[in-house]
């Protein structure tokens, strides 16, 4: 993306990824918050991987996750999808078919599994079509502090403008992480 490319204004549509664990719920809430706050489209979407399906047929098991998420949602608007595969995979594929541009997920960090689940963050952060959130914490009301990397790219620029055009009441701090070649034979 060249400097010069427009700053949009807000995402068109948001999706937020659920594996049904605690965590997402936070995920979830803020993904609501973020819809209401920019009046757009939110889409639920959960993956289920096929070892994952056990012994009862695929239909019952994807319809049964389906309710399971729709009761957790107070708005009947929200399209939910529950779909068999890899969680990534699944994910991107969602994404891409419906032009998500965020895509909202809870934190792995902290729980057992968390190399299968930070792989999927992973994969997601390197390869979605859109911007990617991890939250870590419930929502308390809009945010009041963003923290933006930058490595002084024309593409860490667009990041910047692009968090100071959703979030213009926040506060920014802008990180610019150097790894300094020999640190050892400059400092002490």
């Known amino acids: 993306m060249s ?10 549509r948001i999706l937020m990824a659920t594996d049904l664990s605690a965590r997402c719920d936070r995920a979830l809430d803020r993904a609501i918050q973020l819809s209401a706050q920019w009046q757009v489209p939110l889409q639920v979407v959960h993956a289920a991987p096929r070892e ?4 009862r047929s695929a239909a019952d098991t994807l319809a049964s996750i389906r309710k399971r998420i729709e009761r957790d949602l107070d708005d009947g608007a929200i399209d939910v999808r529950v779909e068999e595969g890899e969680p990534a995979d699944v994910i991107l594929d969602v994404a891409r078919r419906s032009g998500s541009d965020l895509i909202v997920l809870g934190d792995a960090s902290g729980v057992p599994g968390r190399r299968l689940l930070g792989n999927t963050v992973e994969t997601l952060v390197r390869s979605a079509p859109a911007s990617v959130l991890v939250v870590k914490q419930r929502p308390r009301g809009g945010y009041r502090r963003v923290l933006v990397g930058t490595d002084l790219t ?8 692009t968090a100071a055009a959703l979030f213009p009441d926040a506060g920014f701090t802008l990180l610019h992480a150097l790894d300094i070649p020999y640190e050892s034979l400059w400092l002490d």
């Open 154 to 161: 024309p593409e860490s620029r667009h990041g910047l403008e």
């Open 3 to 12: 400097a010069s490319s427009p700053v949009p204004l807000r995402p068109g």
């Open 52 to 55: 994952a399906i056990g012994a």
